[in-house]
């Protein structure tokens, strides 16, 4: 069987990463993408082909895309998996600070996607996986803008799934809860920036210690994401969305279950 061709953004750490190297030990042909090159280059003894990415950039997308398909002649999975995340009130948070996670976490994915889509419906073939977010379906206070983004990517991957069905293109949603990477520590320094001073300084300063538990104590590592993802890559018939691990499933039954009124309060008790 002819090796499957990824293009993988955001591959330098955390869920990205791990997704590459199990790609990479499973067969497939993988181009990692990503800003930090120097991070990308330690994937190459495993048979990864490096790329500069910077998907807020056009001429960074559209020479990455070209790269791919001058070498291969085609992508057959595009995964989208870069990401960013800066907390703080939606009062305190710079609105060119909002429209940066916006830039990322949906417009240079469209675009990526725009790119990439052209030779997967003349071919009648090929998936789209976007790395979501449960912060997609379920929100939590200091984290406004980042949710957006996401609410915003499921309403975007759900349209276009209806779109490019048609053509033989499967779209999937990968949806984690709290991992173990780096996207906390980043998230946190920006809240501190932001909210740590002023009207929101006591939540910041609960919401701090729950997030670094969450994230760096109880959480699992990447690797159970990157497993995901393999399984919507191989699946004839994959699922619209793959939440992950039981956790995310949980909390989305949660919030499934419960009136918004509950779910306000419960946040705000363990908030005090």
């Known amino acids: 069987m002819e090796k499957q061709i990824v293009l993988i953004t955001g591959a330098s750490a955390g869920i990205g990463r791990a997704a590459a190297e199990l790609l990479l030990r499973e067969g497939y042909t993988v181009y990692a993408a990503a800003r930090r090159l120097e991070k990308l280059k330690e994937l190459e003894p495993l048979g990864a082909r490096p790329l500069v990415l910077d998907v807020t950039d056009e001429g960074s997308v559209k020479n990455a895309v070209e790269a791919v398909l001058k070498a291969e002649g085609r992508i057959d999975i595009l995964i989208n998996n870069a990401g960013y995340g800066a907390h703080g009130a939606a009062e305190d948070v710079p609105i060119a600070e909002a429209r940066r996670q916006f830039e990322v976490n949906v417009f240079g994915l469209a675009r990526l996607t725009q790119l990439a889509l052209p030779g997967m419906r003349a071919r009648g073939a090929g ?58 520590n980043t998230a946190l320094v920006n809240l501190e920036k932001y909210s740590g001073a002023g009207a929101y300084a006591p939540l910041v300063k609960s919401l701090t210690g729950r997030f670094r538990a969450g994230y760096r104590n109880s ?21 619209a969305r793959y939440a992950v691990p039981f956790q995310a499933k949980a909390i989305l039954f949660i919030k499934w279950l419960l009136p918004d009124r509950l779910l306000d309060l419960g946040m705000n008790y363990l908030l005090k």
């Open 219 to 239: 959480a699992p590592g990447p690797e159970v994401v990157a497993a995901a993802i393999l399984k919507a890559a191989r699946a004839s018939r994959p699922a």
């Open 127 to 184: 998936r789209i996986i976007n790395i979501s977010s449960i912060a997609g379906k379920i929100t939590t206070p200091l984290g406004g803008w980042y949710h957006a983004s996401k609410h915003a990517l499921e309403a975007y991957s759900d349209a276009l799934r209806l779109e490019v069905g048609r053509f033989g293109i499967k779209v999937i949603l990968i949806e984690p809860g709290p991992i173990r990477t780096e996207w906390d």
